[in-house]
């Protein structure tokens, strides 16, 4: 029943920084642990970062872990995934997504998820 609305993506040169938000339109947000998912081209979905409802635990595949921060403002219902030295193997479909917990989200387990964002990193 939730709606989740993803911003912010863009063309990037290899180094770069983006900022991406998902606002939950429909719902209550604080009830939900959220993560970012993307899906590059030819490739299966993955996982890129969950945080847990309140903020305290927040997970990271090994691709992004160092380069991406995921924060959550739940008074906005906003989520936000800030990449730094992106590469162009982070060119992908970004999505933003609901679960129980933020280590379902780590496990593609999950409840809910927006129309997505694009990303493409230049060589």
């Known amino acids: 029943q939730v709606r989740l609305v993803e911003y912010g993506g863009g063309l990037v040169q290899r180094g770069g920084s983006l900022r991406l938000s998902c606002v939950v339109s429909?719902?209550?947000?604080?009830?939900?642990?959220m993560g970012w998912l993307r899906r590059a081209p030819g490739k299966e979905r993955e996982f890129v970062a969950s945080?847990?409802?309140?903020?305290?635990?927040?997970l990271y595949s090994d691709a992004v872990k160092g380069r991406f921060a995921i924060s959550r403002a739940n008074a906005e219902n906003a989520l936000y995934l800030q990449m730094n030295g992106l590469k162009p193997e982070d060119t992908a479909t970004y999505y933003c997504?609901?679960?129980?917990?933020?280590?379902?989200?780590?496990?593609?387990?999950?409840?809910?998820w927006g129309q997505g964002t694009q990303v493409t990193v230049s060589s």
């Open positions: 997504a609901s679960g129980p917990s933020a280590t379902h989200i780590s496990r593609l387990q999950f409840d809910n």
């Open positions: 429909r719902g209550t947000f604080n009830d939900y642990s």
């Open positions: 945080i847990s409802r309140n903020g305290d635990l927040t």
